[in-house]
Every structure is written in C-alpha cells, then in structure tokens.
C-alpha cells in the first residue's frame, strides 16, 4: 500500500448514471491531484487541491465534478459520461501543492463507459 | 513540441543486460525529474528522482541529468524480468499556481530471461 487509498477498483457505468470515485490518503499530504490515464496517452492533470481548495482545473468538462472536504479526502462525481471517458482514474498527493518532491499514487479506478 | 517526450518501445533487452531509457523535456526551467515504473494494471511508482546536473545512483538504478540539453535518463543495471514495465518520466513544470508534474508517454521495457 503506497498510503494512498482509491475505491472502487473497477467500476462500470452507463452514460446515464451518476457514480463517484474516492480518494483518501493517509500520508499527512496537503495537496491531491486527480489524473486521467488513457492508453498510448501521457497522464493528463484533471484538478489539483491545496488544504481542500482547488487551485487547477485543466480544461476538465462539467460532467467531472471534484470534491474535496478536508486534506486527507479527495471526490471525483462523475455524471452523464461518454464511452471516450473510460480510462484509469488516478489519485496523487503530495506534501505541498509546490513540493519539489514526486507525487504519491493510488491504485487507481479502472472507468468502463457502456 | 510535447513537454516530456519519451520513445514509447517497447525496448527488449535480454536478463542481465543494461536497459537505457532516455527522456527529453522542453521547459529549460524544470527543477525536478522523477522516474516512475508502472506495470501493467497498476499504479505509477516513484523509483527516482534527481534534482542537480550529474548521475545518482540507488542499487540497481542511475538516473543522469543534463539540464543544458534537457535531457535525462535512467539505466538500468543487471535488468532482471521483474523489471518489465512502462517506465513514466515526469518532470516539475512550472507556472500557474502549482509546479505540476508534467508526464511523458512511458516506454515500455521487456527483459527477456
């Protein structure tokens, strides 16, 4: 375990269900991420969260919605998603929202989009 | 140009052998550089990092920096088949209100026994 927790592994949805992804990390960290991973694809940067404050939001479209209601919890509610939607959801944290330091992942949410 | 570019392999190099992964960036003001292994269905895992010009050495793994020619590698020594996985290089963007991590594609390394 890396101290950063993400549930469920697997989810499948259709386009007009409403689920959310959960992430909470146990390292003291007070900046979370949330990242897109899709094949042939470099990690693309959703949202980035200081001390429960969102300071990015990298061109994300409304059907992604974050939540993050204190340091240790990050929410992805996701809404009326598209087949091209489906990839591996990854949660980061790290000491601080400009650490020099690398991030620390969770196991990701595998998304299937039916 | 893409921020972090890495050559996406696979790379296949035979049990014992020195596996050489190469990566090159475009923002000259980059401070930080990680290398990152992910396998397959799995989460990306921080393996090294290397902040200043030079070679740092951790076992089995060296990561070289060269900041003139923005550029930075990982070697990998005595590969073993365990070691087969994509291999993320990261790099600390700055701007905006964070210094994001800015990732490259992977390559993807396969050690035959």
């Known amino acids: 375990e890396t101290g950063v927790t993400q549930t469920p592994r697997h989810l499948v949805m259709g386009m007009t269900n409403k689920k959310s992804l959960k992430c909470e990390q146990h390292?003291?960290?007070?900046?979370m991420y949330w990242y897109k991973q899709s094949a042939k694809k470099p990690l693309e940067l959703m949202f980035v969260?200081?001390?429960?404050?969102?300071?990015e939001n990298n061109s994300v479209p409304s059907r992604f919605s974050p939540e993050c209601p204190n340091s240790s919890h990050l929410f992805l509610h996701l809404h009326t998603l598209q087949p091209e939607d489906s990839a591996l959801y990854l949660c980061?944290?790290?000491?601080?929202?400009?650490?020099?330091?690398?991030?620390?992942f969770g196991s990701g949410t595998r998304l299937t989009v039916v | 140009q893409k921020e972090v570019e890495q050559n996406s392999g696979p790379l296949s190099v035979p049990e014992g052998a020195i596996a050489s992964l190469n990566c090159t960036y475009s923002?000259?003001?980059?401070?930080?550089f990680f290398w990152y292994r992910q396998y397959s269905g799995k989460s990306p895992e921080l393996i090294m990092s290397?902040?200043?010009?030079g070679d740092k050495e951790d076992g089995r793994f060296t990561a070289q920096l060269n900041k003139a020619s923005q550029y930075v590698s990982l070697l990998i020594r005595d590969s073993q088949p365990s070691d087969s996985a994509t291999y993320l290089c990261?790099?600390?963007?700055?701007?905006?209100?964070?210094?994001?991590?800015?990732f490259g594609t992977g390559t993807l390394l396969a050690v035959q026994p």
């Open positions: 980061a944290s790290s000491q601080e929202v400009q650490s020099i330091y690398g991030y620390t």
């Open positions: 390292l003291g960290h007070n900046a």
């Open positions: 969260y200081s001390l429960e404050e969102r300071v």
């Open positions: 923002d000259r003001v980059s401070q930080s």
């Open positions: 290397i902040y200043s010009n």
């Open positions: 990261a790099v600390n963007g700055l701007g905006g209100a964070t210094n994001k991590l800015i």
